[in-house]
């Protein structure tokens, strides 16, 4: 549980990391490649006196993970050029007076597919969804059901290897936040719990692979993914998003 203050805190992370986000999605464009978007948060987060939560945990060498395509989650920035036609999920934490803002979202580069387009809206509708479900006396199998329900009932699938987590002064507390689940069960949602809710969902299955890179998550049938996150506070007066990113506004 966090503190009103605590919680005043994590939202100057949450918008730091949703102000670099917006700069960076509207990079993405073909051309460009992976790397130089890494090194345009970097230049950000200089600018705002904030440190990268991703650069460095676990061995990650990045800043931005960059997933293209089939990649879900992970993908590490360099060399590759983006192409008119690609899904690009951009996944971003900074670390700002010692707490943690974690926020991620797809865009489109240059003109997509109607599929693309589709699972991009799916994907940011279901965030939204598990968003509204996100309340004081409800379960964490409600937040769960809420967003896999939404995504399957429109015919795509959610990544079930991977899940949301608790957020605050660490990237990654309790309790983990799966996109799966059974209402009515898990944890009791109270006020003062900060949660990063990140539905994953892909156009096929939902099973992945890891690259070689020993990173980047891959859809194991290849088909196209997007993702889509957001932290956000319990609050007795509802959900509170505490960051703000492009096409999602708070509920």
Avoid at 23 to 42: C, F, H, Q, S, Y
Avoid at 111 to 121: H, M, P, S, V
Avoid at 147 to 161: A, D, K, L, M, T
């Amino acid at each position: 549980m966090k503190s009103p203050e605590e919680i005043a805190i994590m939202k100057e992370a949450g918008l730091i990391v949703a102000s670099t986000l917006a700069v960076i999605a509207e990079k993405v464009k073909p051309g460009v490649t992976t790397g130089e978007l890494d090194r345009g948060v970097n230049k950000e987060f200089r600018e705002k006196g904030a440190t990268p939560s991703f650069k460095g945990y676990r061995g990650y060498p990045a800043s931005l993970c960059v997933s293209v395509n089939d990649q879900v989650v992970h993908g590490i920035p360099g060399k590759r050029v983006l192409q008119e036609g690609d899904v690009v999920s951009l996944d971003l934490g900074a670390i700002y007076r010692g707490y943690q803002g974690d926020a991620a979202l797809t865009v489109g580069v240059g003109k997509i597919t109607r599929q693309a387009q589709e699972l991009i809206d799916v994907t940011r509708e279901a965030l939204t969804v598990g968003i509204r479900t996100a309340q004081v006396g409800a379960r964490l199998g409600d937040v769960s059901w809420a967003i896999q329900s939404f995504v399957e009932s429109h015919g795509y699938s959610v990544v079930r290897e991977y899940a949301g987590h608790g957020i605050g002064r660490e990237m990654h507390e309790e309790p983990q936040v799966p996109n799966f689940g059974t209402p009515g069960r898990g944890m009791l949602l109270q006020d003062g719990m900060v949660l990063a809710l990140e539905p994953m969902v892909n156009v096929g299955g939902w099973r992945t692979r890891t690259l070689d890179d020993g990173w980047t998550v891959c859809t194991l049938d290849g088909s196209l993914s997007a993702h889509f996150e957001h932290t956000v506070a319990i609050r007795a007066s509802g959900p509170e998003v505490l960051t703000s990113l492009i096409g999602i506004s708070n509920v």
